[in-house]
């Protein structure tokens, strides 16, 4: 689906298809700088990285293992609380590993850092965090971000994995979300 198929929902179009395959490009060529020795094992955060971790994936090199979980951020509302429940855990044993972590966007960072912990806590050497995109609140959590796509306002966005109410996932652009589409 594309921008012009649900126009009316969308306010704008943050970046296009072709921009973000060319910011995947450009980040796949850091990591590939940065792990020389053996390839991470690409962790991907269901369910909105998926779109992410195809691109990237194909885009890299080198030949990573990929591995999925799930997580949801306990409490009401649509802010994160900080405290995770796993949906579906990994079938990896991350003991000894460098662990990439794939995700498509950071508002709080409170997932993330939880996730993280939880996998240094697992024995993995080391854990890095991608993601497509980041928001200027999780500036305040001292979560270090390796590999960024962009850095945009805090608008609620919609497009490449990311969902409003488990709609929109497959729009191949990343767009703000028109208020009047969640404010009814
Ligand atoms: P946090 O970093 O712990 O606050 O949680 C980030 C999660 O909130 C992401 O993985 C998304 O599921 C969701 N999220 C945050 N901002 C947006 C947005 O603009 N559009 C869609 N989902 C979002
Ligand atoms: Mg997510």
């Not at 490009?25 to 700088?33: D, F, M, S, Y």
């Not at 709080?108 to 050497?125: H, I, P, Q, V």
Request: with cysteine; glycine share 6%.
């Amino acid at each position: 689906m594309r921008a012009g198929d649900v126009q009316a929902d969308l306010s704008k179009v943050l970046y296009t298809e072709q921009q973000l395959r060319a910011r995947i490009a450009e980040v796949a060529r850091q990591i590939e700088a940065d792990y020389t020795a053996e390839p991470p094992l690409l962790v991907g955060v269901l369910k909105g990285a998926v779109m992410i971790m195809a691109d990237l994936s194909r885009e890299l090199k080198f030949m990573p293992e990929m591995d999925w979980m799930a997580v949801s951020s306990y409490g009401a509302g649509t802010k994160s609380s900080g405290v995770v429940k796993i949906l579906k855990d990994l079938d990896t044993d991350v003991m000894g590993r460098d662990v990439l972590i794939v995700e498509d966007i950071i508002d709080s960072g409170l997932t993330l850092s939880w996730l993280k912990e939880n996998l240094l806590t697992r024995g993995a050497k080391s854990v890095k965090i991608c993601t497509m995109l980041r928001k200027p609140e999780a500036l305040k959590t001292d979560i270090s971000v390796e590999y960024i796509g962009y850095d945009i306002p805090s608008e609620f966005v919609v497009g490449y994995g990311l969902d409003y109410a488990e709609k929109y996932r497959n729009l191949r652009d990343i767009a703000v979300l028109a208020p009047h589409v969640y404010e009814n």
